[in-house]
């Protein structure tokens, strides 16, 4: 009955016991149980892994009126299996005068920055690697591990048309950056804590998708941004840049970008789900047990991963002046805009019952006069262009 109660501690003490019984002391024995759980940790990360691979191309399958992986096992489920073993047998290349110890190190590096994150990921109450009081810092700066794998990758490759990509795709990531942060602000300012489980533990009257759905939407723009999906998926802008930072890798290392960019959608997926609607809390649901709320959790995370894979298979990609002009003149001061009216709401109605109605309400007049204002922009630009435009014609007719 213990084990459903908390599973984790209950493992840890039984190989505890079983440990120290043959001799081992204690404080070895405890390092032994922590490697133990980071590979069985790693290993399950690898298998879903595997598993958000069939689940991608059976749902690219069906937005393009396909059928997907069909023959390797039941419903094409072994199909990952033998794409495996394919980027295995690859011949691994090496490209003339690339650095080879950065080279090797980059897909090594985009995975794990994507691993680290799940360090501090409440997967239930008391199912949390670590329960940092910075968490969110941690996040920023556990993510900019994969930013560092990109450049390592572009650069060490001695190819100008990676390294050329490598620069865009940095560009991209480092831009977006900024709005995320200022949105994970808001989380933290609303919860008054910057640790993950705390966030969980504050939405426990009101999850933070009502008092804020504009620092959702924007964190959900910025994170399909770092992760580099269309529409903004420049990195792999076939038709300018070959295929971006990783042109010149071959066989399983680059089979770990990939493996890396899939991760870190279901990643990102998690943290919307932890950061705006409740983490691993449904109706009460969560009270059944940990591993109850683990299945909460993992659901809502596919859920969301599910939501990046609509937006990109339905958006096409756009233009990358476009895309930086969208982050610095819109999007980074939306999120700061949105900072500050939430800090200053949030501590006007402080200990107030109006709170929540508060917030909600300054988010959708936030909303509403940003539209307006894109509306009277949009309206000024095509007076401006029409004018353009018709004095050649005038001057013609004179």
Known sequence: MEFWKDPITTIFDSLLKSFTSGGMTEDLATVLIY????????????????????????????????????????????????????????????????????????????????????????FAPKMV?????????????????????VIMAGWSSNNKYALMGAFRTVAQMVSYEIPMVAALLVVTVLAGTMGAVGIVEAQEAVPFIILSPLAFLIFLISAIAELGRSPFDLNEAESEIVAGFHTEYTGMKFGLFYAGELLHSFTFGGFIALLFFGGHRLFGLENLGPLVGALIFMGKALFFYWVIMWVKYTVPRIRVDHMLAFNWKFLTPLAFILLMVTALVGRIFLHSPWLAPALFISNILIAWLTIEYLKSHARKERDQAEASGSAPATATQH
């Open 129 to 149: 690697g670590v329960d940092l009081n910075v968490g969110m810092l941690y996040l920023v700066a556990a993510g900019s591990i994969g930013t560092l794998s």
């Open 35 to 122: 490697l133990i759980g980071i590979l069985a940790f790693i290993s399950f990360a690898m298998v879903l892994d595997i598993f958000l691979v069939w689940v991608e191309r059976k749902v690219v399958a069906r937005f393009q009126d396909r059928l997907g992986p069909n023959r390797i096992g039941p419903f094409g489920i072994f199909q990952p299996f033998a794409d495996i073993v394919k980027l295995l047998i690859k011949e691994d290349i090496t490209p003339f005068g690339a650095d080879v110890v950065l080279f090797n190190l980059a897909p090594i590096f985009s995975l794990m920055s994507v691993l680290l994150l799940w360090a501090i990921m409440p």
